[in-house]
């Protein structure tokens, strides 16, 4: 295909790009990749998606900031399909690779921010849920469990913390169930039962698809699937993975990006009339050269202080001695120079960053937060596992290139 099938948008019917809700602004920094982007909570975000979709299926109290009720009238089928790692300035790239994709975006697309930080758990999270991070408390990649010194990776949560009192707040598909919502979840048949997925799908009959292939066959099989209101949430995570262990752009991250395309085309034909899709990504990516990453474990400085280090190397959260705030941020602002933004847990929260965050997730945020500008990191050679630090492509911080994402909306 060289672009959008002509059933992507009906005639009279308005372009997502005249939904209702601010598009991310210009003046915000998204025209530029290594812009700082505010996450647009509440207006054009991660977090805004399913209950629009839900609003739009009918659910009682759903709200829809994205004026999607309008643009999918009719519509009685959504799938809602996550592309991880693709980020609304990683599309120019993907074109040669994915026609689709690229007609999609010019013709049915906008652009959405993730929350912050912009990475899988913590988007995952945003977009099951919909709301800000600050509320569901999958703060970040990798947190300190308040209380201890252990440090939680959401990839690896196995059940401990138990997830629902680790993430609290009811899941959208769990508010469609509720309402008489078909619900279905489609994703890699190993995340099944994970900590990570009970926090963000919890509420939807979960079928196991092991490629592209699968996730498109049995997502339009759940659709297909009876006659009443219906939601299928899919997620695939190739082009994250190999944007991460070979860089954007790299002949597998092209490959990638092609199976993408294939997958978009398959699940555009495939739409019962009914139907519509709904694409997005958690977040997007950026190469960081060798010569700009620093090491915390290998410099004295960078430890002096700090009793826990948690996030990841975009964005880092500091657990610091009783007293030692101040000579942290200092220590670690003179050692990154502009490399980073060095702040407190107190000023970022005030800032909005995570949405209102309740007293019990506050101490899952370092004391003191690093935040990476341009194409910087911040590894820790021997705290973490060593494939951490021998990725190419990382994010996680507030840069337009991880924060913009696209939201892609089609019709059957």
Known sequence: ????????????VPSPWAAAGSPVGADSGASDPYGILAPQYGVASLADILPAALAALGVPGATDVLGLTAVLEGV????VLLVDGLGWHQIPTATPYAPTLAGLTATVGRPLTSGFPSTTPTSLVTLGTGTAPGA????????RVPGTDRVLNHL?????PEPLRWQPVPTQLERAQAAGVRVTVVSRPEFGGSGLTLAANRGGDYRGAADADELGR???AALAAGSGPTLVSGYHP????????SGVDSAPWRAAAADVDRLLARLVEGLPPDAALLVTADHGQLDIPPERRFDLDADPRLRAGVTVVAGEPRVRYLHVRPGAQDDVVATWSAVLGAAARVTTRAELVAAGWFGPVPEEHLGRIGDVVVLCNGDHAVLATRSEPPMASRLVAYHGSDTAAEMMIPLLVVRG
């Open 1 to 12: 295909m060289t672009g959008p099938p002509e059933h992507t948008r009906r005639p009279g």
């Open 76 to 79: 009685r089928r959504i799938a």
């Open 136 to 143: 569901h408390g999958v703060l970040g990649f990798t947190l």
């Open 156 to 160: 690896d949560w196995a059940g401990d």
């Open 218 to 220: 049995e997502m339009l």
């Open 238 to 245: 190739d082009l994250d993975r190999r944007g991460h262990l």
